[in-house]
């Protein structure tokens, strides 16, 4: 048994893989992170506990804290050179969020191949897997719900009233909300053409996160949306540290 945990700007994620799937999955804000204990009573011991934690460093003691119900090793992931068939090509390899590190991994096991690995969350992440499982770069750009933050914490006649998509939008909640999505696929359409003059091929694009459903379906590419990327490749790294 391996508890992957996933702790991100806004939220905590957790799923228990039993060795071949998620068994059970939930998660909680960031402000209750001391009440996954309750919620973890029942499960089974884990061998393993695979933590990407994001949120700093009141959160992990938190999540440390809820851990104490048993004796199990836990990982706490960082950005690595190599790890799992996936080599990094950042200056600073350790700089690398642990989360975008094991949606990379992630993505390579269930492509092994060349991909963009897209991580729509609070921020958006674009990510550039070679075919030889190199991470080339990517970009980092606000997410859905910060650009509507944005524009309503700085504009006197805008709200963050969320609108619908429309290719020409005829009122203001449409073109903020449509505005948002065009900027979140113009990243990830920008980054394919960017592989492709690099002499990348046509990658996959592996989409995940809060806002991965929307902004697949709007891509104007074939765009494959995996709901737990990111804990995926927690498990792949819990596996590799056996």
């Known amino acids: 048994m391996i508890l992957a945990v996933d702790a991100g700007n806004s939220r905590i994620k957790w799923a228990l893989h039993d060795g071949r799937a998620f068994a059970k999955e939930a998660w909680v804000a960031l402000a209750d992170v001391r009440e996954l204990g309750q919620a973890w009573t029942p499960l089974p011991q884990p061998s393993r506990i695979v933590v990407a934690n994001v949120a700093g460093d009141g959160v992990r003691d938190g999540l440390r804290e809820s851990f104490g119900l048993w004796n199990a090793e836990v990982i706490w992931v960082a950005g690595q050179r190599s790890q799992c068939g996936v080599t990094s090509l950042y200056d600073v390899p350790a700089q690398l969020g642990p989360d975008r590190w094991a949606a990379l991994i992630g993505a390579w096991h269930l492509e092994k191949g060349a991909c963009l690995v897209v991580n729509a969350g609070t921020a958006m992440t674009v990510d550039a897997l070679n075919a030889a499982g190199e991470f080339l770069g990517g970009l980092i750009v606000p997410g859905f719900d910060l650009m509507h933050q944005s524009l309503a914490r700085s504009t006197a006649l805008l709200s963050p009233e969320q609108g619908r998509y429309a290719a020409f939008p005829r009122n203001s909640a449409d073109a903020i ?66």
């Not at 449509?178 to 592996?206: H, K, T, W």
């Not at 995940?208 to 995926?232: D, F, I, Q, T």
């Open 177 to 242: 909300t449509s505005g948002a999505i065009q900027a979140l696929c113009g990243a990830v359409e920008r980054m394919r053409n960017e592989m492709a003059a690099a002499g990348q091929g046509e990658p996959a694009v592996v989409v995940a996160g809060g806002a991965g459903g929307v902004l697949a379906e709007h891509l104007r590419m074939r765009a494959r949306y995996v709901e737990r990327l990111v804990l995926e490749g927690l498990v792949c790294i819990a596996g590799d540290a056996r």
